[in-house]
């Protein structure tokens, strides 16, 4: 029967092979028609990788039918080899092949790569495995060099043991180096702290009009910006007896309270009650009061909010689906903690009720 074979350059070739031939054998017959060593080949079928060992038949593989070739996706399990992610003394990859496939294929590593080096993460993301090698080549000799000249500036250092400015400078070197280390750690072991983290944000209805609520378990109560409170026509239910100062976002004032006004959450409606802020950068952030009345579960590994104790479920916003302007939400709450974090809203309210 024949095959078609389409390789990751979109090269097709045209295999005339026996139903019960084995995997292994389509390889030896590809290597010598992409010179890609049969060790470095990674054949899909319908989607899903194929064992050296199976069977075309047992496969499913029919006239016709059409698999994929990728190359330099490294040996499979059954190859044995142990040794695909490792790096040769000059810093190349000893497999760069299944080095590349192996970071592609981490999204979060992937992320930080474009943070923290573009030319070696589009260097991943290329189809030239010499430029790849090119690259590590170079980042090698840069962290060698680096190195050396640490060295070097220690040496001079340590040779004048009795100098009080050396001594500084020898401390604050042994200081670095164990940060050095523990950041080099972390690349290893927690990649994704280097990543964005996406805050949480919810479809709602506030009052019939669509809005994304920001969810923030760590704000004390649940507030909405004047702008965004005439915007959905609840100005005209404010309390202005209710004023006051919120300690926490910077110090902003409180105009009043609207006492309650109906949310959508999924299809249920829940009664609500919201400060007012003086404040543009928070459009509507549903806070801790409004999450404890309503018994909601923030679950992040289904990435949802659940209401009632589980009679509604929302899903979490993906990054895509957030607008633009809401990143600044993110930016003032961080810097207002003054820790890069979350913020506790501490509110101090000073009001007079009339007889």
């Known amino acids: 029967m024949k095959i078609t074979v389409m390789t990751a350059d979109e090269q097709i070739i045209t295999l005339d092979v026996d139903p019960h031939e084995s995997v292994e054998n389509v390889k030896a017959l590809l290597e010598v028609e992409t010179s890609v060593p049969l060790q470095q080949q990674q054949l899909l079928f319908n989607g899903k990788e194929v064992r050296n060992s199976e069977k075309l038949s047992a496969l499913g593989v029919k006239d016709d039918d059409l698999?994929?070739?990728?190359?330099?996706?490294?040996?499979?399990?059954?190859?044995?080899?142990?040794?695909?992610?490792?790096?040769?003394?000059?810093?190349?990859?000893?497999?760069?092949?299944?080095?590349?496939?192996?970071?592609?294929?981490?999204?979060?590593?992937?992320?930080?790569?474009?943070?923290?080096?573009?030319?070696?993460?589009?260097?991943?993301?290329?189809?030239?495995?010499?430029?790849?090698?090119?690259?590590?080549?170079?980042?090698?000799?840069?962290?060698?060099?680096?190195?050396?000249?640490?060295?070097?500036?220690?040496?001079?250092?340590?040779?004048?043991?009795?100098?009080?400015?050396?001594?500084?400078?020898?401390?604050?070197?042994?200081?670095?180096?164990?940060?050095?280390?523990?950041?080099?750690?972390?690349?290893?072991?927690?990649?994704?702290?280097?990543?964005?983290?996406?805050?949480?944000?919810?479809?709602?209805?506030?009052?019939?009009?669509?809005?994304?609520?920001?969810?923030?378990?760590?704000?004390?109560?649940t507030i909405i910006s004047k702008s965004c409170a005439e915007r959905l026509g609840l100005l005209r239910l404010l309390d202005q007896r209710y004023r006051g100062i919120a300690h926490g976002v910077g110090q902003s004032e409180i105009l009043g309270r609207i006492h309650v006004a109906p949310i959508k959450i999924g299809s249920i409606f829940y009664p609500c009650s919201f400060l007012v802020l003086d404040s543009p950068n928070m459009e509507f952030l549903f806070g801790l009061d409004m999450l404890r009345k309503h018994q909601c579960i923030i679950d992040l590994k289904e990435n949802v909010l659940r209401v009632g104790g589980g009679e509604v479920s929302v899903p979490f916003l993906q990054e895509k689906d957030i607008p633009s302007r809401f990143l600044d939400e993110e930016k003032y709450a961080k810097e207002a903690s003054g820790s890069g974090g979350q913020v506790s809203i501490l509110l101090i309210i000073s009001f007079s009720l009339s007889n």
């Open 67 to 221: 698999l994929m070739m990728v190359s330099g996706a490294g040996a499979t399990a059954s190859s044995g080899s142990t040794n695909d992610l490792s790096l040769n003394a000059d810093g190349s990859a000893v497999n760069p092949g299944s080095f590349q496939q192996h970071i592609r294929h981490d999204s979060n590593l992937m992320s930080q790569l474009f943070q923290s080096d573009p030319e070696l993460a589009q260097a991943i993301l290329g189809n030239d495995l010499n430029k790849l090698q090119e690259v590590l080549r170079l980042r090698h000799h840069q962290r060698d060099e680096l190195k050396r000249q640490k060295e070097e500036e220690l040496a001079l250092l340590y040779a004048d043991p009795f100098d009080v400015e050396a001594q500084k400078k020898i401390e604050a070197a042994i200081r670095q180096k164990g940060i050095d280390e523990n950041w080099a750690a972390a690349l290893e072991h927690n990649p994704e702290a280097f990543a964005r983290v996406v805050m949480l944000y919810v479809d709602m209805e506030v009052n019939g009009v669509p809005l994304k609520a920001f969810v923030d378990s760590g704000a004390q109560s």
